[in-house]
């Protein structure tokens, strides 16, 4: 009996396994083929402005080709004969750089006492945090000016740079972080061992931290690169100007009536974040996996 059912069962198994697996491989070609579509569409944005940096203007007015142009030189000796890019250009990676670090380190050390230390006030501290995560950073631009202008440290770069040390949302980010992936244990084996509170940031929490770190610093140095409001109103001098602030000028010059030079300027202010993405993803794909398995 056991032979006559498993000779009848068989048949009947078999065709719903193929039709399973056909079923499978159907959907995996339609998810992957639509995966490449929306890469497509994301990437052309880049290759259409890539390409017509090295084409005319009544090039770019023609319409789109992926064929590059002849006009590349040409179009930068007309770019930097208004505005210094590159310095601009410098002025931001400074700026940028200092931000991104600056505000990893600060964050971190902020978290780490967020998670594992227990003081008075701490909850009511951790509640604000969650506060101003809520409020836009625009609305204090006019207390930030007055408040700079009293300093006297307006037309430098110090209103850039502090203001954006002391960030929520990154602490908030690391704090959880923290609590996800690290035990309290781990630490108080440490201070058995006679390791001091700092020595424990440095070479405990900061290397745990790397994943969220790298995660963090792409949109910090992303949202500096591209802030343009705040150094437009704390600069005067044109020399200590960003680069988006520098390319918000050429709006109304002559630059602007060729539109291969602003493509060219534009593609100059986006390499950097390209860059930055490239060597970091890999580290943001890592705190995604791990925030999801924990």
Same mark, same amino acid.
């Given at each position: 009996?056991?032979?006559?059912?498993? @000779? $009848?069962?068989?048949?009947?198994?078999?065709?719903?396994?193929?039709?399973?697996?056909?079923?499978?491989?159907?959907?995996?070609?339609?998810?992957?083929?639509?995966?490449?579509?929306?890469?497509?569409?994301?990437?052309?944005?880049?290759?259409?402005?890539?390409?017509?940096?090295? =084409?005319?203007?009544?090039?770019?007015?023609?319409?789109?080709?992926?064929?590059?142009?002849?006009?590349?030189?040409?179009?930068?000796? @007309?770019?930097?004969?208004?505005?210094?890019?590159? =310095?601009?250009?410098?002025? $931001?990676?400074?700026?940028?750089?200092?931000?991104?670090?600056?505000?990893?380190?600060? $964050?971190?050390?902020? #978290?780490?006492?967020?998670?594992?230390?227990?003081?008075?006030?701490?909850?009511?501290?951790?509640?604000?945090?969650?506060?101003?995560?809520?409020?836009?950073?625009?609305?204090?631009?006019?207390?930030?000016?007055?408040?700079?202008?009293?300093?006297?440290?307006?037309?430098?770069?110090?209103?850039?740079?502090?203001?954006?040390?002391?960030?929520?949302?990154?602490?908030?980010?690391?704090?959880?972080?923290?609590?996800?992936?690290?035990?309290?244990?781990?630490?108080?084996?440490?201070?058995?061992?006679?390791?001091?509170?700092?020595?424990?940031? &440095?070479?405990? @929490?900061? !290397?745990?931290?790397?994943?969220?770190?790298?995660?963090? #610093?792409?949109?910090?140095?992303?949202?500096?690169?591209?802030?343009?409001?705040?150094?437009?109103?704390?600069?005067?001098? !044109?020399?200590?100007?960003?680069?988006?602030?520098?390319?918000?000028?050429?709006?109304?010059? !002559?630059?602007?009536?060729?539109?291969?030079?602003?493509?060219?300027?534009?593609?100059?202010?986006?390499?950097?974040?390209?860059?930055?993405?490239?060597?970091?993803?890999? &580290?943001?794909?890592?705190?995604?996996?791990?925030? #999801?398995?924990?």
């Amino acid at each position: 009996m056991k032979n006559t059912k498993a @000779v $009848s069962i068989a048949p009947i198994v078999a065709p719903i396994g193929k039709g399973f697996k056909t079923r499978i491989k159907i959907l995996k070609a339609t998810l992957y083929t639509f995966l490449i579509i929306l890469s497509v569409i994301s990437v052309i944005p880049f290759v259409m402005m890539i390409v017509n940096a090295t =084409r005319s203007n009544s090039e770019i007015i023609r319409g789109f080709t992926l064929i590059p142009g002849t006009s590349f030189f040409d179009n930068y000796d @007309v770019l930097i004969r208004y505005v210094n890019v590159w =310095r601009g250009f410098a002025n $931001s990676l400074f700026i940028a750089t200092t931000v991104t670090l600056l505000n990893a380190y600060f $964050s971190a050390l902020t #978290a780490f006492a967020m998670a594992f230390y227990e003081f008075k006030g701490k909850s009511l501290i951790f509640g604000a945090f969650l506060v101003v995560m809520m409020v836009p950073g625009q609305l204090g631009l006019l207390g930030q000016y007055e408040l700079n202008s009293t300093l006297g440290i307006l037309d430098t770069y110090w209103p850039l740079i502090i203001p954006a040390i002391a960030a929520p949302f990154t602490v908030f980010f690391f704090r959880q972080y923290l609590v996800s992936s690290m035990q309290i244990s781990i630490l108080e084996a440490a201070r058995i061992d006679g390791a001091s509170e700092i020595y424990m940031f &440095h070479r405990i @929490v900061l !290397p745990i931290l790397k994943p969220a770190i790298a995660t963090q #610093a792409i949109f910090t140095f992303i949202g500096t690169w591209n802030n343009y409001m705040t150094p437009l109103i704390m600069l005067r001098t !044109p020399s200590k100007f960003t680069l988006p602030v520098m390319m918000g000028a050429l709006s109304g010059s !002559p630059v602007a009536m060729n539109l291969g030079a602003m493509y060219l300027g534009i593609a100059i202010s986006v390499v950097p974040i390209m860059v930055a993405f490239i060597f970091l993803s890999k &580290h943001i794909i890592n705190s995604i996996s791990a925030g #999801a398995v924990k």
